[in-house]
Nanobody
C-alpha cells in the first residue's frame, strides 16, 4: 500500500490560485498512475486530474484549462496547481494511486475552501 500525505490546502478567494502537493511513500509510486480527486459538500467523490507514470494527463471538464497536475518521480511527489478558483471548487481533495482508488483505499484528504 502506498502512503500518501497531502498538503497546501486552505481558504482562498475566488479567482486566486492554490497549489496542492502530495508526498508518497515507496518506490512503486513511479509505476502508478496518480490522480487528484475531490468530494464537495453533498457530492460524490470525483476524479479531477490524472497523470500516468509516463506523464500523460487527463482532466475533468470542470477544471480543464485551470488546473495542472504534475509529478516528480525522483521525489515521489504529485502536485495540483489550481488557478482561477471558483466557489464550486470547494471540496476535500485527495491524491491517490489509481489502483488504491479502485480498491476503495483513501487517505484523509485536505480541505480547499473557495470564498466568493
Amino acid at each position: 500500500q502506498v502512503q500518501l500525505v497531502e498538503s497546501g490546502g486552505g481558504l482562498v478567494q475566488a479567482g486566486r490560485s492554490l497549489r496542492l502537493s502530495c508526498a508518497a511513500s515507496g518506490s512503486i509510486f513511479r509505476v502508478n498512475a496518480m490522480g487528484w480527486y475531490r468530494q464537495g459538500p453533498g457530492k460524490q467523490r470525483e476524479l479531477v486530474a490524472r497523470i500516468t507514470s509516463g506523464g500523460t494527463t487527463n482532466y475533468a471538464d470542470s477544471v480543464q484549462g485551470r488546473f495542472t497536475i504534475s509529478r516528480d518521480n525522483a521525489k515521489n511527489t504529485v502536485s495540483l496547481q489550481m488557478n482561477s478558483l471558483k466557489p464550486e471548487d470547494t471540496a476535500v481533495y485527495y491524491c491517490n494511486t489509481e489502483r488504491q482508488a479502485v480498491a476503495g483505499i483513501w487517505g484523509q484528504g485536505i480541505q480547499v475552501t473557495v470564498s466568493s
